[in-house]
């Protein structure tokens, strides 16, 4: 009897278990906090940092030509800043890498600590 109603609550929670095992967690953090996410874009990377109504955003987009580098700043639905640059030749992973680096460090420094 016992190992039935063990078999049977597996089965009840199973699906809750995998759902909540799939399902990403929110992130709950002060609106004052910096929420960075970097992700893979083909050969390149993109990344976006939102703090309250402020984003700032950078995709390097890495083909076998040439490499695109695209800032954009906004606050709210303004754009503070809108800017591209175009490199010759693709820029190594490591170099994308590096300039994302930089990137996020440097909006770091200027935003202002709460």
Not at 48 to 73: D, K, S, Y
């Amino acid at each position: 009897m016992r190992v039935t109603l063990v078999c049977l609550c597996l089965w009840l929670f199973l699906p809750l278990t995998l759902a909540s095992w799939s399902t990403p967690m929110p992130v709950i953090a002060a609106a004052d906090e910096l929420q960075i996410a970097v992700s893979k874009k083909g050969l390149g990377k993109e990344v976006v940092i939102t703090q309250g109504a402020r984003e700032w955003f950078m995709l390097v987009e890495v083909t076998p030509e040439n490499t695109v580098i695209v800032r954009q700043e906004k606050d709210r639905d303004q754009y503070v800043l809108d800017e591209s640059e175009t490199h010759d030749r693709p820029l190594a992973p490591i170099e994308v890498d590096a300039a994302i680096n930089d990137y996020i460090n440097s909006v770091k420094a200027r935003v202002p600590k709460p």
